[in-house]
């Protein structure tokens, strides 16, 4: 059984952004934005968006605290101020981070008591403030779903807060605002938004709708990533890229992740990592370890780049050697070595993973033990 729910309004585009005022002014008229401390402002998205909101006669309050890796302390500081500004909803701007703590904020506003006590099923929550999203990256997807990736400061723990209703109420994904990362975040943001696709797609949990979505997604990825990645002002092929992590944001809802989010989770939470990074370097492995399982899909994957001719064996090979490829060409073929992973913490990775990620773990159609998830780490430095 499974249930099928998008009730995010996706509005899609280059200068979509102009419609925020419209769509806001429906949530009342003092919104609490939810930033990073820098990107937005430098970019100048966040004095654009301040135009737009006054031209809508709403106010706004800024909280422009939303770390990269956003903990749960900076969410609970962020409802706190939210409640005492007595604003009307929540508007998350930048990439997943500060999306995901102005989800976590949202939900806050209505839930009583540490997050994390929902984040592991310990309590169970409502209702949340209404939650509008404008995403600056391709990566992620919290735009489109009711995740938000939190880390516990006190234990590094990392792990969604799953929950109906921090699904945004309107997201606006606008790839004219995604020009100007750095080629760094736009490989590790593609690339994360590539491993939602494949992870939803090969997921034990995958339904027909999320592995439709995630095919799309992969293709979109195939065709687009590096483009972007060489020339982030391609502007239609930055479209694609953004949509394919809106496919896999939905898709991740559905069916979920598995092996490589599961153990790259507790790599970012200890070592505060680029999440795309850790993907990147884990992602070898883990899919060398699941393949063979996974070989009709991998086949499916490989007619999208193959012609009618190629035999199935030829059309696995082709889903290999194209991840592989991509990798090398967004420069990602790195190790965890490269982010400060070290033999001694593997122990620590290992215990974690199964502590935050067992859902992820036992979603992948290989389901690895305690010394599979070693060996994995260990090749992976
Ligand atoms: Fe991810």
Redesign the pocket.
């Known amino acids: 059984m499974y249930t099928y729910n998008q009730p995010v309004k996706i509005l899609h585009g280059a200068g979509i952004l102009e419609k925020l005022g419209e769509e806001a002014i429906q949530y009342g008229n003092k919104a609490f934005i939810v930033t990073g401390k820098t990107s937005a402002h430098k970019t100048g998205l966040i004095e654009r968006v301040k135009e737009i909101l006054l031209k809508s006669s709403i106010e706004y309050v800024i909280f422009n605290r939303a770390e990269s890796n956003p903990l749960t302390t900076t969410a609970m500081i962020g409802a706190k101020v939210y409640k005492e500004e007595g604003c009307d909803f929540v508007l998350g701007i930048g990439g997943?981070s500060a999306m995901d703590c102005a989800k976590a904020i949202a939900f806050l506003t209505e839930n009583e008591g540490d997050i994390s006590d929902y984040i592991m099923g310990i309590k169970q929550g409502e209702n949340a403030a209404p939650i509008l999203l404008v995403t600056t990256t391709a990566?992620?997807?919290s735009e489109a779903n009711s995740l938000a990736?939190l880390t516990n400061p006190e234990n590094n723990d990392k792990k969604s807060l799953k929950h109906p209703s921090i699904y945004a109420k309107v997201s606006f994904v606008d790839p004219e605002l995604m020009v100007t990362l750095p080629t760094r975040f736009i490989a590790s943001c593609g690339f994360?938004a590539f491993?939602?696709c494949y992870e939803a797609f090969i997921a034990n949990r995958s339904t027909p709708e999320s592995a439709a979505l995630a095919l799309e997604g992969i293709e979109m990825i195939f065709e687009n990533l590096v483009n972007v990645y060489h020339d982030p002002t391609d502007i239609q092929s930055f479209s694609k890229v953004a949509h394919a992590n809106t496919l896999g944001g939905i898709a991740?809802d559905m069916s979920g992740?598995n092996l490589n989010?599961g153990l790259?989770h507790p790599v970012s939470g200890l070592l505060d990592a680029s999440?795309?990074e850790g993907?990147a370097a884990l992602f070898i492995p883990t899919f060398e370890y699941t393949k063979d399982k996974v070989r009709e899909k991998l086949i499916k994957i490989g007619e999208l780049i193959t012609d009618k001719s190629a035999t199935d064996d030829e059309k696995v090979e082709s889903t290999c050697k194209k991840i592989k490829s991509i990798l090398e060409e967004i420069d990602l073929n790195i190790t965890l070595t490269d982010l400060g992973v070290k033999e001694k913490h593997i122990n620590w990775l290992t215990e974690n993973a199964f502590k935050t990620m067992n859902y992820a773990i036992t979603n992948n159609p290989i389901i690895a033990t305690h010394e599979d998830v070693k060996e994995i780490y260990k090749k992976c430095l």
């Open positions: 997943g990566g992620t997807g990736v994360d491993t939602h991740i992740v989010h790259e999440h795309g993907l």
